[in-house]
């Protein structure tokens, strides 16, 4: 059933691959979007997207890769204006077949929710934490010092959510690897913060939709299967930089004012010492952590 409200814009990078899952998936779902905007931020633009869902397509290509965020706007602001719900997802995600309907039926029933985002799974089966606490100051110290050494400690714990029980809950922010956000709130503080290249858009987004009163809910009836890093990967040791170049400029919102000057001078230096121990050390990050 095609969907006269929602649209979908989805952002690749180098992502050939896998676009023939993620269309044949969004193809069998109950609810399909009436306009899919494909961005693509590497330099070789993809074909056949037509042939792999429906004629009508739209892409648009960014070869200067502007970032996830950035080229995210780009595609919704294509949509057609009476697109009121917005799917923002990366390519390398399945969908089941009442993913959208269970993330739409969300949106519409809690009015005071601007952003909804699915139980996502790995390719494993396992359950990826893809609704979190936003890291302050003790939950991501916490986190950054110990998340890999001592996984169940209790500001990793914290941060990265719990995910027990069935019924949706509001939580801080869901993860941009797939989201479905109401179009007046995204458009209500100008969508992502094309200052993010990568990493942490997700969370500064959902930290300003709460600033301006509205919600993130994470919808554990709408599953998605997401693989992860397929863009990534290969340029894992450059990422590890930009991560934590995400995390101070998030971390500077977050602790803002001349009260917090002092802090944000020692936040940016320990994310600078971490920066060079972490590939070393910690491995490197996922898509979406």
């Not at 004629?55 to 009121?84: K, Q, W």
């Not at 929710?113 to 991501?140: C, E, M, Q």
């Not at 990265?160 to 458009?187: N, T």
């Not at 995390?247 to 230096?269: C, H, I, M, S, T």
Request: include cysteine; proline fraction near 7%.
């Amino acid at each position: 059933m095609k969907n006269s409200g929602i649209g979908l814009v989805v952002i690749g990078y180098a992502s050939q691959e896998v676009w023939p899952t993620f269309f044949e998936s969004l193809a069998a779902s109950s609810v399909i979007p009436e306009a899919v905007v494909v961005v693509e931020n590497s330099a070789v633009a993809p074909t056949g997207l037509a042939d792999l869902y429906v004629p009508g397509v739209t892409l648009i290509h960014l070869p200067e890769n502007p970032g996830y965020g950035s080229g995210a706007n780009a595609g919704v602001a294509a949509l057609p204006a009476h697109c009121s719900r917005v799917i923002i997802c990366n390519p390398d995600i399945i969908w089941q077949r009442e993913s959208i309907a269970e993330l739409d039926k969300a949106l519409n029933d809690n009015p005071t929710v601007g952003v909804a985002g699915p139980k996502t799974l790995n390719d494993d089966g396992s359950t990826y934490p893809s609704a979190r606490a936003f890291p302050g100051i003790r939950i991501g110290i916490g986190h950054a010092l110990l998340g890999e050494l001592w996984k169940s400690n209790p500001w990793t714990s914290k941060y990265l959510g719990e995910y027990g029980g069935s019924a949706p809950r509001i939580v801080d922010w869901v993860s941009g690897a797939c989201l479905m956000v109401k179009r007046v709130s995204f458009e209500a503080i100008d969508g992502f913060d094309s200052g993010y290249f990568m990493f942490f858009e997700d969370v500064d987004l959902c930290f300003r939709l709460k600033k301006h009163q509205w919600r993130s809910l994470y919808v554990p009836h709408a599953v998605i299967t997401h693989s992860g890093a397929h863009s990534t990967g290969p340029k894992m040791a450059e990422m590890v930089k930009v991560h934590h170049h995400s995390a101070e400029r998030f971390l500077f919102k977050l602790y803002a004012g001349p009260q917090y000057w002092l802090l944000r001078q020692l936040l940016r230096a320990g994310l600078a010492m971490r920066s060079l121990i972490a590939p070393k050390r910690y491995g490197t990050p996922s898509a979406r952590d």
